[in-house]
């Protein structure tokens, strides 16, 4: 959620600082702040852009620095909750929720120390001010004050007269730079995007991991206090990635993205005449032959991925699956199965409730594990046995659109390849599979196409405050996933049921002025699809429906079809969720909201 940026060396740091929080934006902020050390410290906070913190900072020179952009959990979004927050010449910055920070606080209150925020934030500042009267280092200070921390956290930490900055991190991302060339330096920041304008070279610090950054040196000590080294990563991201380019919004460029980003994540079955398990890791083929059962966690948009995933899954592997939502999964008594192979999927591989779900699962005994992510060096791919990656490239909007469908193909290939590993896959109908992924960027390349109509149709969503969704089968997920886009940029209040549910309730809501979306391709469901819009149709409802070319759905009076160019039978969500998201992009440009950054959301949510 909230983003770090760290920066010591010799060049001036405060660009370096300014920019890192711009390409961090993406993940959701309400107010900004930056810690300068010149030597003495300087702090400048304000409420809303980056931009609006940027103008404070012009004309600001200095080698040591810390910045946040923070999206509120403790205390309203205010200029005085804004980080950094400072104790007598020190000042922190903080990703996360410290649990006992009530209890710290009542601790610290008593001591003398007098707190001028809300935020659980604060809490570190002075608790680490507290330690250093007995520990008289920064560094070993934050050792011992992160001991004391419930919780998690990410946290950036630096010392009037002392030319170190201090990191750490338990629960949330934070990873390192290694500043290359004359200007050199050393940096840190919750993903790599806010550092490669100086480096690729990344370190990503595991559990419980403290570091001393300065300007030409690392120092890194684990949780229990001995020094560690961690591997040097070269980052694949370049500035081009998290650009904005032509496009109007990322948002744009990242569902027109969808094609490449498909071809990158299906780009190892380019030129296969078979599936092999190995694709999702080394001890693959027995893990995944051993999978009795398949146990899919994730939050929002990668739950809808999990839910298309459960009809592949049982339909061509026929073994069970579950879907569970993660933040869920956690908090109730479940009946563990160690033979059941659980999925997480989570495009940052940062979700704190996803990861969290994960070693609980574990706990339990259930150590077949897989992640689906977009991310290489994310917690959760650490975490997992096995791991598959998602090569969408970077996702800045943060409505989520090609990881989404980055992830359903990679869903359908493990749906393929437990079929297989079970015996229920044909030569003839592997090799239709193996066919279908590799045209898949060229069909969705087609349903970009349609992208004109859709903007005729968004005209008419603009004064509507509410709107439906409907799907059947492996396209009820897509439904809800158009309704969750819909919503989170356009702020129509969307819902999204299964069509044959119409008659049980939702049916009461439907009048000439809630708009009903309708996906329609050309499946078995097709004739049950039509008696429900018929449904939609005598109470006066509009009917906007998104049909195959082959589909026997007719305009008339009150009925709008628009068809995409093909039918594509099992992988046919991939296809019907893009014009879906085109809907809700073009739905949010006519109510004038801003389309990359919702109000209230963030990106990564790396909080519960």
């Given at each position: 959620m909230c983003g770090i940026v760290a920066a010591v060396a010799e060049r001036n740091i405060v660009p370096v600082l300014i920019e890192g929080l711009q390409r961090l934006e993406y993940r959701g902020y309400d107010s900004a702040g930056m810690a300068l050390l010149n030597p003495t410290l300087t702090r400048l906070r304000s409420v809303g852009r980056v931009a609006e913190l940027a103008a404070q900072a012009e004309g600001q020179v200095a080698h040591h620095g810390i910045a946040h952009t923070r999206w509120a959990t403790h205390g309203v979004p205010s200029e005085r909750n804004a980080h950094p927050h400072v104790s007598s010449g020190l000042a922190v910055v903080h990703n996360g929720i410290i649990e006992n920070y009530a209890e710290l606080k009542t601790e610290l209150s008593a001591a003398g120390y007098v707190f001028t925020s809300d935020t659980d934030t604060e809490v570190i500042a002075h608790l680490i001010n507290h330690t250093l009267k007995t520990i008289p280092d920064l560094f070993l200070a934050v050792q011992q004050a992160t001991h004391r921390l419930i919780g998690a956290y990410a946290i950036a930490i630096l010392q009037e007269w002392d030319d170190r900055i201090i990191v750490a991190r338990q629960g949330a991302p934070l990873l390192l730079g290694v500043g290359e060339g004359a200007q050199g330096g050393r940096y840190a920041a919750s993903d790599a995007s806010a550092l490669i304008q100086v480096t690729r070279q990344m370190i990503y610090l595991e559990e419980g991991d403290v570091a001393e950054l300065k300007r030409d040196s690392i120092q890194i000590v684990g949780a229990d206090g001995t020094a560690v080294t961690r591997a040097v990563h070269e980052s694949s991201l370049s500035a081009n990635d998290v650009e904005l380019g032509s496009y109007a919004h990322y948002m744009q460029k990242e569902i027109f993205e969808q094609p490449q980003a498909l071809a990158a994540t299906l780009e190892m079955i380019g030129g296969a005449h078979t599936i092999f398990p190995n694709l999702f890791g080394v001890t693959a083929p027995e893990m995944l032959q051993d999978a009795k059962s398949v146990l899919i966690l994730a939050c929002g948009t990668s739950y809808h991925s999990g839910l298309v995933a459960r009809y592949w899954i049982e339909q061509l592997a026929g073994i069970p699956c579950t879907v569970e939502i993660a933040s869920e999964y956690r908090y109730r008594v479940s009946v563990?199965?160690?033979?059941?192979?659980?999925?997480?999927?989570?495009?940052?591989?940062?979700?704190?409730?996803?990861?969290?779900?994960?070693?609980?699962?574990?706990?339990?005994?259930?150590?077949?594990?897989?992640?689906?992510?977009?991310?290489?060096e994310s917690a959760i791919v650490r975490e997992c046995a096995l791991r598959f990656l998602t090569r969408a490239g970077p996702e800045i909007g943060v409505a989520s659109t090609k990881a989404f469908t980055t992830q359903l193909a990679a869903l359908f290939l493990l749906a393929v390849t437990l079929a297989k590993q079970n015996g229920r896959l044909s030569p003839d109908a592997e090799s239709a599979y193996l066919q279908s992924l590799r045209h898949l960027p060229v069909a969705v390349q087609k349903v970009l196409a349609l992208?004109?109509?859709?903007?005729l149709w968004s005209q008419r969503f603009a004064n509507k405050q509410h709107a439906l969704f409907l799907g059947?089968?492996?396209?009820y997920p897509i439904a809800m996933e158009g309704a969750l886009k819909l919503k989170e940029i356009s702020y129509i209040h969307a819902e999204a049921y299964p069509a044959g549910e119409l008659?049980?309730?939702?049916?009461?809501?439907?009048?000439?002025?809630?708009?009903?979306?309708?996906?329609?391709?050309?499946?078995?469901?097709?004739?049950?699809?039509?008696?429900?819009?018929?449904?939609?149709?005598?109470?006066?409802?509009?009917?906007y429906v998104f049909a195959d070319a082959d589909s026997a759905?007719?305009?008339?009076?009150?009925?709008?079809?628009?068809?995409?160019?093909?039918h594509y039978g099992l992988l046919s969500p991939v296809l019907h969720v893009v014009p879906l998201q085109l809907l809700a992009y073009h739905v949010a440009l006519v109510k004038g909201t801003d389309v990359d950054k919702p109000r209230n959301l963030a990106k990564s949510v790396t909080v519960e």
């Open positions: 563990p199965n160690p033979d059941q192979l659980v999925v997480a999927i989570s495009q940052s591989g940062e979700t704190a409730d996803t990861l969290a779900s994960v070693k609980h699962a574990k706990s339990l005994g259930m150590n077949k594990t897989l992640a689906l992510c977009n991310v290489p992208e004109p109509e859709i903007k059947r089968g492996h396209h008659k049980h309730g939702p049916l009461a809501l439907v009048d000439a002025e809630m708009p009903v979306i309708s996906i329609a391709p050309n499946d078995s469901l097709l004739e049950k699809l039509k008696s429900n819009l018929k449904e939609v149709a005598a109470r006066g409802g509009e009917l759905v007719e305009e008339e009076p009150g009925l709008h079809i628009l068809r995409l160019p093909e």
